[in-house]
């Protein structure tokens, strides 16, 4: 009797095993697939590093540097940046990057090769960009 209760249990308990095993198979290739898909979203992005909180609007930052490295970009071409992290209420606090997203590639391409010569503008010392 209680050989034939388990069989029974062994039974029911197999495709729910293989069930689960392709269910954690799916679930592996589909999170490979979202690092995938965010890497490709960020391929456009860059990050200016060491420019001061004081200055205003993120967007006019990006822009300044891109027409002081003589890199033709326009606000449109510009589709979003904002600082990363939260503020720091002290004094000595590094600022925070800034994450720009550019809409052509060969635009953010040009700004990451011109950016080398960031520390020959006057006012941008420190400031780099990845």
């Not at 990050?47 to 909180?53: D, I, K, L, T, Y």
């Not at 589709?79 to 052509?104: C, E, L, Q, W, Y």
């Not at 503008?121 to 990845?130: D, F, K, S, T």
Request: net charge neutral.
């Amino acid at each position: 009797m209680t050989h034939d209760l388990e069989s029974m249990i062994q039974e029911k308990l197999d495709p729910l095993i293989e069930c689960c095993a392709l269910l954690a198979n799916e679930n592996k290739v589909l999170h490979n697939k979202i690092d995938e898909l965010e890497m490709y979203s960020r391929r456009n992005c860059i990050r200016v590093f060491g420019v001061p909180e004081t200055e205003s609007e993120s967007d006019k930052v990006v822009l300044d540097i891109a027409k002081e490295l003589d890199v033709p970009l326009s606000p449109n071409e510009l589709a979003v940046s904002h600082r990363v992290g939260r503020p720091d209420a002290s004094n000595n606090a590094k600022p925070r990057a800034i994450i720009a997203r550019i809409t052509k590639h060969n635009l953010r391409h040009q700004l990451l090769k011109q950016s080398k010569n960031l520390p020959k503008i006057p006012g941008r010392n420190g400031v780099y960009i990845n």
